[in-house]
C-alpha cells in the first residue's frame, strides 16, 4: 500500500438500517478523490454487500459491532476493511462461489460475486466464532485536465 492521506473509521451497530448509512458514510468520504459516477456507485454497491453479509450471516439473529475502515493513498486508491465479529465462515471457498448462501430463500448468494467484479482487488478472512475480515481496494481513475 502507498502512503495514507486519509483516513476515517466508522463504528456501526449491525442493523440493516445501517447499511444505507455505510454506503453513503463511503461515498461522502471517497469525494475527495473525485470519482466518475461508476466507480462511486461500484464501491457503493460493493461496500453495501459486505455490510449486509455481517448483518445477515456475519450476526445472524443478534446484533454486534461492524467496524468499517476507508484509507485513500497517494496513488488514488480506496482501501476499506469491513469487519465484524460474528459467527465467521466455514468454508470461504463455498462462500465465494456464486448463488450460495446460508441465508434464507430470499438470498441471491451473489454478495462476493459483486463485491470481486466491482472492486479491482477483494480479499476475504475468518475464522469460525471469531469474525470476518472482508478488505476491498478500487484505483480511481485520475481525470486529465484539458
Do not use: W
Not at 3 to 32: D, P
Not at 62 to 84: A, E, Q, S
Amino acid at each position: 500500500m502507498k502512503n495514507v492521506v486519509n483516513e476515517v473509521t466508522i463504528k456501526l451497530l449491525g442493523k440493516s438500517c445501517n447499511e444505507s448509512f455505510a454506503r453513503s458514510a463511503v461515498s461522502f468520504f471517497i469525494m475527495q478523490l473525485d470519482p466518475n459516477i461508476d466507480e462511486l456507485n461500484d464501491i457503493k454497491t460493493a461496500v453495501s454487500e459486505a455490510v449486509t453479509n455481517s448483518i445477515v450471516h456475519g450476526y445472524r439473529n443478534t446484533l454486534g459491532i461492524i467496524t468499517m475502515n476507508i484509507k485513500i493513498t497517494d496513488d488514488n486508491c480506496v482501501h476499506i476493511i469491513i469487519r465484524d465479529k460474528g459467527c465467521g465462515i466455514e468454508n470461504i471457498s463455498k462462500a465465494r462461489e456464486p448463488m450460495f448462501t446460508t441465508g434464507d430463500s430470499d438470498r441471491s448468494g451473489m454478495g462476493f460475486t459483486i463485491m470481486e467484479s466491482f472492486m479491482d482487488k477483494l480479499s476475504v478472512s475468518s475464522k469460525p466464532g471469531k469474525g470476518t475480515v472482508v478488505k476491498m481496494v478500487k484505483k480511481i481513475t485520475v481525470k486529465k485536465e484539458s
